[in-house]
């Protein structure tokens, strides 16, 4: 049987099947990209929800395994050399789990790196300028008068929703016919942005209908639709 007993994390959350990937995660639009893509794969793994309301994040054992403190992180009992391996950032997990399975991200070099910079786009500017939009427009934000900071996170948040508008304005998935971690990394995004924040409006969503139809089409799929819930909520349990 695989030992994990050298991680931490597997103190305060023990594994039932330690052979298997351990998720830790929350149903957030960063969580979502690993469960979605451990769906789409079809990899077998056990997941762990990390209460970040209840401050579990900031426990010893999980920082033990992402120095961060924020979700989603793994540990795969089967890493690289076949030893037990942690890692954190949702992108860095998305990739590897692209190249463990040779699943959703190209061969080619070059559409490989051309799918790897959306995954970067999504993690440097979608995510955190529209998780801006949701702090100052549905949090804590919007009670301050100062508005500008809200303007300023919209105003950007509408021109990166142009700029993914325009890439799919020809193509139905971000690298063409094919579905990929670049997808997967934005469709939590882009869903909470005019679902749990309540900024469809305020960003003019409307107005970008092949980002629209991209976002219809990929929350039709079934992994994606799974994914979603994962880990779910301890009343669904």
């Known amino acids: 049987m695989t030992d994990l007993s050298a991680f931490p994390v597997t103190?305060?959350?023990?594994?039932?099947?330690?052979?298997?990937?351990?998720?830790?995660?929350?149903?957030?639009?960063?969580?979502?990209?690993?469960?979605?893509?451990?769906?789409?794969?079809?990899?077998?793994?056990?997941v762990h929800r990390i209460d970040i309301s209840a401050g579990e994040s900031r426990l010893p054992e999980f920082p033990a395994?992402?120095?961060?403190?924020?979700?989603?992180?793994?540990l795969d009992p089967d890493g690289p050399g076949g030893k037990p391996f942690g890692l954190f950032e949702s992108g860095a997990i998305l990739m590897y789990l692209a190249d463990k399975t040779g699943q959703l991200l190209p061969a080619d070099p070059a559409r490989r790196w051309e799918t790897i910079q959306w995954v970067f786009f999504q993690m440097a500017a979608i995510g955190p300028m529209f998780g801006q939009v949701?702090?100052?427009?549905?949090?804590?934000?919007?009670?301050?008068?100062?508005?500008?900071?809200l303007e300023r996170y919209?105003?950007?948040?509408?021109?990166?929703?142009g700029v993914l508008d325009e890439r799919l304005k020809d193509r139905p998935w971000i690298m063409g016919e094919d579905y990929s971690i670049a997808d997967i990394s934005m469709l939590g995004w882009v869903r909470n942005l005019v679902g749990f924040y309540e900024a469809g409006a305020l960003v003019d969503f409307a107005r970008f209908a092949h980002v629209g139809r991209?976002?219809?089409a990929g929350l039709a799929r079934p992994a994606v639709q799974r994914g979603l819930t994962i880990p779910p909520s301890p009343s669904a349990s």
């Open 154 to 161: 919209v105003a950007e948040s509408r021109r990166l929703l």
């Open 134 to 149: 949701g702090y100052f427009h549905k949090f804590d934000g919007r009670a301050l008068e100062d508005k500008r900071p």
């Open 11 to 46: 103190r305060r959350w023990p594994a039932r099947h330690p052979d298997r990937l351990q998720l830790y995660s929350l149903p957030t639009p960063n969580g979502v990209k690993v469960s979605i893509m451990l769906e789409e794969i079809g990899l077998p793994y056990e």
């Open 214 to 216: 991209w976002l219809e």
């Open 65 to 74: 395994l992402n120095p961060n403190g924020k979700i989603p992180a793994i």
